[in-house]
Nanobody
Framework: QVQLVESGGGLVQPGGSLRLSCAASGSVGSVNVMGWYRQAPGKERELVVL??????NYADSVKGRFAISRDVAKKTVFLQMNSLKPEDTAVYYC???????????????WGQGTQVTVSS
């Protein structure tokens, strides 16, 4: 089993910054893809950014404001969010596609979610 543990959410004023982190632990053989989705109240979950082998895929709405980075050895990703807007308010979910250590099967996992609220 694999666990994704997130941290770093909170309340911030418009224009402010937050940094999220997500660490994968458990039966992780290797991480294929890792990143973040978000879900605002009354809306569907949407992609924020994914990182695979150093290549990134950002949603248009966050390009130039958000930046993903990773620590491969620690199986951790970070999301630096700058110039935050009220429309960035959502629950942010960490996502990982992991090759399981013992079975070799590729499996999707989700974190428990962390609330980000942008409000004055």
């Amino acid at each position: 089993q694999v666990q994704l543990v997130e941290s770093g959410g909170g309340l911030v004023q418009p224009g402010g910054s937050l940094r999220l982190s997500c660490a994968a632990s458990g039966s992780v053989g290797s991480v294929n893809v890792m990143g973040w989705y978000r879900q605002a109240p009354g809306k569907e979950r949407e992609l924020v950014v994914l990182i695979r082998d150093g290549s990134t895929n950002y949603a248009d709405s966050v390009k130039g404001r958000f930046a993903i980075s990773r620590d491969v050895a620690k199986k951790t990703v970070f999301l630096q969010m700058n110039s935050l807007k009220p429309e960035d308010t959502a629950v942010y979910y960490c996502f990982a596609n992991v090759r399981e250590l013992y079975s070799g099967v590729n499996t999707n996992y989700w974190g428990q979610g962390t609330q980000v609220t942008v409000s004055s």
